[in-house]
């Protein structure tokens, strides 16, 4: 998710004819589907098993106990299908958070604590006894000296149907016709308002950002992605939290101490490891077969289970009938900004003698994802239905009929295939799409996606839904093993 820009919203009129363009253009080779994956790929309860251990972790925040726990897991599990594991450190800013509050005086000299959603990562911190000073709305240009601003952090309304113009097949076929105008804004995927840095040179000392969400859906939101180390440390408030410091403001000035406590490390290290599970070399070069290990809930990121799950059906598999090698990679830097960690394709550059074997990449993310949208009162609710998957494709024409194809003879539901938009992949896929590696990747995009809950979203998931997901990247991985039509390693 890193790296993500915005996509533009359409309109009802241009997003529907780009649904009808896209779909009814298509003209899909029956015989390029994928290939069932066979009686070895092991069965939902055993993957379901590993999506329960990563959330028994905790949440996995880049670098943190939790996270160095989780990796040792996985390299113990890869181990124990035969595979060698190596590990590469590469250089880390730590940052995680170890308290904070917020506590206001109104004008009335009557003190409040106010319930924070959750605190903004890697914003920077504060003493043990916080930041103190006069709050001031940010909004229109006010002088932020010495102040603690009050910022909106708005979401750009999407709707589904902004897939059209980069969409190449669905399934059902109606998909984005259906779900036009279903409503996938996210606050990880277009959040606007005033960036940290913005407010710290007009002189603030701290913020407050308002979230347009009801309190449940605000707490524990933890969104990293776009915000470098800015040295302004921010809290959340829900959308009700907010409305009532505004309305103390109406009534007068008020004061706020603002409490963020953080460990830092700006030196230290976290792991990426990489396995090798080896072919016959009847084709050339390797197929990368990559996710991320952090992540603070059981979506974000179970791909690792999926990984796990075809690495292990491909060790069962005669060298014979493995044409080309699997490269497996976790990488480790997802939930930091660019600022902060080494991310795929810089690692991938980093190391050539990896990056160039590579001549197709698998990247799973997200997977058995379950739908909740927003209801009258704008709350999240369960629609009882699978959340949209998208699979994101680029570098390869080829590459793309051949997942088109697959998903039209598939079992999966709500899915499209889609190209790349902005220089992105939707997500981890963006490294090796940068280096123009052919990739491929699997990702649901909830609302709920980047939550810090005590369940960690296990309840949102559906485990068969995620592995009929990983079946289908099974059969596609067994086709790039053997394609002819990739390109050689560099």
Not at 339 to 349: K, M, Q
Request: charged fraction near 20%.
């Amino acid at each position: 998710m890193s790296d993500v820009q915005p996509l533009k919203s359409l309109n009802r009129r241009t997003l529907l004819a780009g649904s009808l363009a896209a779909l009814g253009a298509l003209a899909l080779p029956r015989g390029a589907a994928a290939a069932p994956p066979g009686p070895g790929l092991l069965d939902a309860e055993t993957m379901w098993r590993w999506v329960e251990r990563m959330a028994a972790c905790g949440p996995r925040f880049t670098g943190s106990p939790a996270h160095r726990r989780w990796i040792d897991s996985l390299a113990a599990e890869l181990a124990s299908f035969g595979l060698e594991v190596e590990r590469f450190p590469t250089p880390l800013k730590y940052w995680n958070a170890r308290d904070w509050s917020l506590t206001v005086t109104e004008v009335t000299g009557e003190t409040h604590r106010i319930p924070v959603a959750y605190y903004w990562p890697y914003s920077g911190t504060t003493p043990a006894a916080g930041i103190t000073g006069l709050v001031a709305d940010a909004a229109g240009g006010a002088d932020l000296t010495g102040r603690i601003a009050l910022v909106d952090r708005p979401v750009t309304k999407l709707v589904a149907g902004v897939f059209a113009p980069v969409t190449v097949t669905a399934r059902p076929r109606t998909l984005l016709l259906d779900s036009a105008l279903e409503d996938i804004s996210r606050l990880w995927l277009g959040a606007t308002g005033e960036k940290l840095s913005a407010l710290r040179e007009r002189g603030a000392l701290a913020a407050i950002s308002i979230l347009p969400f009801a309190p449940e859906d605000a707490r524990g939101q933890y969104t990293p992605h776009q915000q470098p180390q800015d040295g302004l440390p921010g809290l959340h408030l829900d959308r009700e939290q907010g409305a009532r410091l505004r309305a103390m403001l109406a009534r007068g000035p008020v004061t706020a101490t603002l409490t963020l406590t953080a460990d830092t490390d700006p030196s230290a290290t976290i792991d990426y490891l990489v396995a090798n599970v080896p072919g016959n070399g009847n084709k050339p070069g390797a197929v990368l077969l990559m996710t991320h290990t952090d992540g603070q809930n059981a979506i974000e990121e179970n791909g690792a289970a999926a990984v796990l799950a075809i690495a292990d059906y491909f060790t069962k598999i005669p060298v014979e009938h493995r044409d080309r090698d699997i490269c497996v990679v976790f990488s480790p830097t997802h939930m930091t900004a660019s600022s902060s960690g080494v991310h795929p394709d810089r690692w991938l550059e980093q190391h050539p003698e990896i990056r160039d074997r590579i001549v197709a990449a698998v990247v799973p993310e997200h997977l058995g994802a379950l739908q909740w949208d927003s209801g009258a009162d704008g709350s999240w609710q369960a629609t009882g239905a699978p959340e949209m998957l998208v699979l994101g494709v680029g570098n390869n024409e080829q590459l793309t009929g051949t997942v088109a194809a697959a998903l039209d003879s598939s079992d999966l539901d709500r899915t499209i295939v889609a190209r790349p938009y902005t220089n992105n992949l939707y997500g981890e896929a963006t490294g090796p799409f940068r280096l123009g590696i052919p990739t491929v990747t699997a990702i649901a995009g909830p609302n709920y996606l980047i939550r810090v809950s005590p369940g960690g979203e296990l309840d949102r998931l559906d485990p068969v839904l995620a592995h009929r997901q990983t079946r289908f990247l099974t059969g596609l991985t067994e086709q790039l093993l053997r394609a002819p039509w990739l390109p050689g390693p560099r």
